[in-house]
């Protein structure tokens, strides 16, 4: 493995069994506003100072991407990695850039020092404004499912948000830690948007990774809220898997991965049934599908741009489902539901689908959370699901709805 101030072309697979005691969790701890930080259950990532921009331009990303990390290595960087994040439109510009400098660590979750425990917000006092309010969202899941009744479409993700505003200025790196620290198997992020302007979260859903000629794509549709009673957070993980709606939204995410992959790959494993995942505050279906690229000139990110957007986070058909997420949500999705992740000059990466986060500007942030609606959807329900979700990031600010 690279050493901690080397930026490698081949980011490997940390070894879980040889954890260095606070390596990781340095690299948390050294997170300041306007680093870029990524965990994964496969390494941690700290890049600070100035990032060389991929550009928004007509060419496509995977290119784009390709001809920053060129001019990275002939301007002296031996080893360039691209990481930051993708929106949602993918017309819109990206935030992805080369470091200068990028640290490299062990997975969190393999540091022992994860375990410590860490304090609670230092500003309780928010203030939360929901946009739009849960009878807004619910009338908007209601008109959804009754569009799907007539056959227009199969399925949307309907999002609502919640902005919160501090009396403080925001203290994105204890956010950071409690994110980290409360789902260390997950993919923890802060990584900058803009002027000001951070995206912070910790999904728990990887898009692509690619590791040589392997390919791994995790989706993650149908999911309830977990119960702090353990046999009613038992009883609610085995209705999740025998759910007809759950199971049947699953399986239409699963069946776009497997074609989306499947012209790059010479084998694809698919299994039949999915399993379940479980973060914090919910259970999620889970499929892990795994497969063998045909040619080494795919990238993990080419491979992401075709999957992006699953019907996970959009629907499908996925026009249709675009036109009514921006005829039924009264605010711009930014980087939620986009990719986060990074690469490398060789082509191996980790992409991971933007949920569970929050922008954050000075004093305020503004959270995100989504549900999957089909026809069997219940608008209650839905937005009891939202609720649910956005408890990752109020837990972390300790707030409460």
Known sequence: MPTASQVATHVPPADPAHPSV?????????????DRFLATPGRTLLASGAARPVPHDGRPLDE?????????????????????AVPFDHEAP??????AELRIAPPLASDPLIALPVGVSGSMDWRIRPVPGPEVYAAGVAAAVERMWRGEFSKVVLA????????????????LQRLARRDPVGYTFALPTGTGSTLIGASPELLVSRH??????????????RSSDLAEDVRRAATLLESVKDLHEHAVVVDAVH???APHCVELTVPARPTLIRTATMWHLSTTVTGTLASPDVSALALACALH??????GTPTATARQVIAE????????????VGWGDAGGDGEWVVTIRCAEAEERMLRLYAGAGIVAASEPESETAETAAKFRTFLSAVGAEL
């Open 94 to 99: 990206v935030a992805l850039g080369v470091p």
């Open 328 to 339: 039924t949500e009264p605010f711009d999705r930014g980087f939620f539901t986009g990719v």
């Open 22 to 34: 606070g390596a990781a969790t340095s690299l948390l701890d050294g997170y300041r506003p306007g």
């Open 64 to 84: 784009r991407v390709n001809a920053t990390l060129a001019e990275a290595r002939a301007a002296g960087q031996e080893a360039p990695v691209i990481i930051g």
């Open 212 to 225: 040589g000629q392997q390919v791994v794509a995790n989706p993650l549709a149908g999911s309830t809220p």
């Open 259 to 261: 074609q989306a992959l």
């Open 160 to 175: 609502r948000t919640l902005e919160l505003t501090s009396p403080a200025p925001l203290d994105l790196p204890a956010m």
């Open 309 to 314: 957007p699953t019907p996970a986070v959009c």
